[in-house]
Nanobody
Framework: QVQLVESGGGLVQAGGSLRLSCAAS????????MGWFRQAPGKEREFVAA????????YYADSVKARFTISRDNAKNMVYLQMSSLKPEDTAVYYC??????????????????WGQGTQVTVSS
């Protein structure tokens, strides 16, 4: 069983930066690929970024590539999403997800084992 708790969301001006954190419980965290997804009002949830269970590979949505960076610290059971050059269209609830032994690209679609409750990110213009 893995529980995920996101934090770090908030209100930021366009062009600014935020770092989201996802704290995971459970002794097998290092065996889970981790991903960030987001859902804007009236839209479907979409993939943002993922990192493989071993941390050796990452994958990003085209819309955030070169602006967002995903990382993990398996010793602390943490996953991070560093977001820079934020745009109003980045406004959404951001969710952390975990999938056992998945690859980074494998996190894009399909069922996930665990989800967090989400954290709101609002980017003002």
């Amino acid at each position: 069983q893995v529980q995920l708790v996101e934090s770090g969301g908030g209100l930021v001006q366009a062009g600014g930066s935020l770092r989201l954190s996802c704290a995971a419980s459970g002794r097998t965290f290092s065996r889970y690929a981790m991903g960030w997804f987001r859902q804007a009002p009236g839209k479907e949830r979409e993939f943002v970024a993922a990192i493989s269970w071993g941390g050796s590979s990452t994958y990003y949505a085209d819309s955030v590539k070169a602006r967002f960076t995903i990382s993990r610290d398996n010793a602390k059971n943490m996953v991070y999403l560093q977001m820079s050059s934020l745009k109003p269209e980045d406004t959404a609830v951001y969710y952390c997800a975990a999938d056992y032994l998945s690859s980074a690209v494998g996190m894009v679609a399909g069922k996930k084992d665990y989800w967090g409750q989400g954290t709101q990110v609002t980017v003002s213009s």
